[in-house]
């Protein structure tokens, strides 16, 4: 049994002897070959039985006519467009993705991005923040920006419409709220079909529409906003604060829209530690499952221990605040832990080449998650709502005893 994984998948060589150790107690062989850049060759695709990929992978019934022992492909990430389902079905491949995995990095990423704004600009974002999308990452920055104290409501007609239980009070179908919101963030997959796709969600149109110095931000697909609609925007010089992780023509980034964006990044915003070490680990409890071999996930260690090798990652951030934190300070730790301005530097600082890009994805420093934080205050945090946006912040917090 041979698996074919991703180079870039962090820690997948440790996981994948733990797996042939224990397999090969069964009399079961089980090898791993890794392939370098956004796809795997002809000749490693051809003695491949398994595969692991990350988004920049693009499976097709091509990939797969040269890759005629493969059973099982998973991938890393929560999104599932680069890969054709339709096609996985029909050449009998059983197809898995890891919902939620990087979500919490997700959220730290918009919550940074609207802190750094908010700071620049003296004052938080005066009206409502439209959430594109209510699954995991739409909800992780949700919570992380109602725990900065703006008011927040999600966008999401498909889970509107199938919702059988409590809970959606405050998902609607309304576009007009959304493009008139200050704050509009974007979580959502990229369809092309159905109800309600989402390939330029953000025409020129929408894009149009938007309040003055609205706050966009795109960490789902690039194609979800339109570049050529961001191209007009510019050119009418209008007043919008565009934060952009994803390209519609990734690797290749629009250069000419840079000196217009708030903050430009190389696709990383759910790219902490905690985020891609634990998409590799999932794929390895799926993979027991597809192998019948539930027995193998005794033999695979926690996240937390996989993650020792990254002390940058796993460090605590602790601040004390005797009286009630100010919006301020609030965004001063999310900033603390996660400063998106140091990706916006190093891609604007980079070549506009595709490899440059994927280099910086590659090389990418690690990074913490904003639930590394503690905050040690006073009696302020017996209050139930201080709590309550600490909680939505991931911050853990102790409450100092009187004397």
């Known amino acids: 049994m041979h698996l074919l994984a991703d180079a870039s998948m962090p820690l997948v060589a440790q996981l994948a ?8 107690e069964q009399g079961i062989s089980f090898t791993l070959s ?11 695709l051809a003695s491949a039985d398994l595969l692991m990929i990350r988004s920049i992978t693009k499976v097709d019934a091509e990939l797969l006519q040269r890759a005629p022992r493969i059973k099982w492909i998973g991938t890393a990430t929560i999104g599932t467009e680069h890969v054709d389902a339709v096609a996985c079905r029909d ?3 059983t197809f898995v993705s890891t919902p939620g995995v990087n979500a919490n990095a997700v959220g730290d990423y918009v919550a940074s991005a609207v802190s750094n704004i908010a ?5 938080l974002p005066n009206g409502e923040v439209a959430i594109i999308g209510a ?6 920055a949700g919570q992380r920006l109602r725990g900065l104290g703006l008011k927040v409501h999600f966008y999401d007609p498909p889970l509107l419409q199938h919702a059988t239980s409590q809970g959606y009070d405050d998902i609607h179908n309304d576009w007009q709220r959304v ?3 200050q704050v509009i963030s974007c979580h959502v997959p990229l369809t092309k079909d159905g109800d309600y796709p989402t390939y330029h969600l953000f025409s020129d149109r929408s894009i149009a529409a938007l309040v003055d110095d609205c706050i966009l931000i795109n960490a789902s697909r690039g194609a979800v906003v339109a570049e050529q609609a961001l191209r007009s925007a510019k050119h009418r ?7 952009l992780d994803v390209w519609e023509n990734e690797p290749q980034i629009a250069v000419e829209l840079l000196p217009w964006l708030r903050y430009a990044t190389a696709h990383i915003a759910g790219h902490s530690v905690a985020g891609k070490v634990g998409g590799t680990l999932r794929l390895f409890h799926e993979l027991a499952g597809f192998l019948k071999q539930p027995q193998l996930t005794s033999v695979l260690p926690s996240l937390k221990h996989l993650m020792q090798p990254w002390p940058e990652a796993i460090r605590d951030y602790c601040w004390q605040a005797n009286e009630q934190p100010t919006w301020q300070m609030l965004a001063s730790w999310v900033r603390d832990i996660y400063d998106i301005r140091i990706d916006d530097k190093l891609l604007r600082q ?3 080449e595709p490899a440059a890009f994927d280099a910086l994805r590659r090389t990418y420093s690690a990074r913490a998650e904003l639930s590394q934080g503690m905050v040690v205050g006073g009696r302020w945090l017996a209050q139930s709502e201080w709590q309550n946006r600490l909680q939505q912040l991931t911050f853990s917090h102790i409450q100092k005893q009187e004397q």
């Open 119 to 123: 700071l620049e600009q003296g004052a």
């Open 237 to 243: 010089k209008q007043r919008l604060q565009v934060v």
């Open 17 to 24: 002897k733990a797996f042939s150790d224990a397999l090969h």
């Open 179 to 181: 493009l008139k919101s």
């Open 34 to 44: 890794t392939f370098e850049g956004r796809q795997p060759t002809p000749e490693q």
């Open 350 to 352: 980079a070549t506009p």
């Open 135 to 140: 699954g995991h990452t739409g909800r992780a």
């Open 91 to 93: 050449a009998d491949v």
